[in-house]
Nanobody, 115 residues
Framework: QAELVESGGGLVQAGGSMRLSCSVS????????MGWYRQAPGNQREFVAG??????IEYPDSVKGRFTISGDNKRTVYLQMNALKPEDTAVYYC??????????WGRGTQVTVSS
């Protein structure tokens, strides 16, 4: 069973940058997609970025041109966030899709963007 651990969250001013990391542990070698979601208070969890063997999934308009996902052989996935806005404030969750298993989630890391 894979375990995902996020790191890199914190407080940043609007316009600043931050990089999140997600590390995968456990004997898993067939992850199809790794991605990032976020959830702000009172909102549903929303897709932010995803990475497949074929490259990144199209970003949603809310982050396109500002966020970039990358990875190291699917063992560590990064989310580079630039030009951050107060509306990017949320708990960010790492996610992994493994064939035959329910989606795997990390515990989340808080990102707060001050205006």
């Amino acid at each position: 069973q894979a375990e995902l651990v996020e790191s890199g969250g914190g407080l940043v001013q609007a316009g600043g940058s931050m990089r999140l990391s997600c590390s995968v542990s456990g004997g898993v070698s067939n992850i199809e997609v790794m991605g990032w979601y976020r959830q702000a208070p009172g909102n549903q969890r929303e897709f932010v970025a995803g990475l497949t063997n074929g490259g990144p999934i199209e970003y949603p308009d809310s982050v396109k041109g500002r966020f970039t996902i990358s990875g190291d052989n699917k063992r560590t996935v990064y989310l580079q966030m630039n030009a951050l806005k107060p509306e990017d404030t949320a708990v960010y969750y790492c996610n992994a899709l493994i064939p035959g298993q329910s989606p795997t989630w990390g515990r989340g890391t808080q990102v707060t963007v001050s205006s």
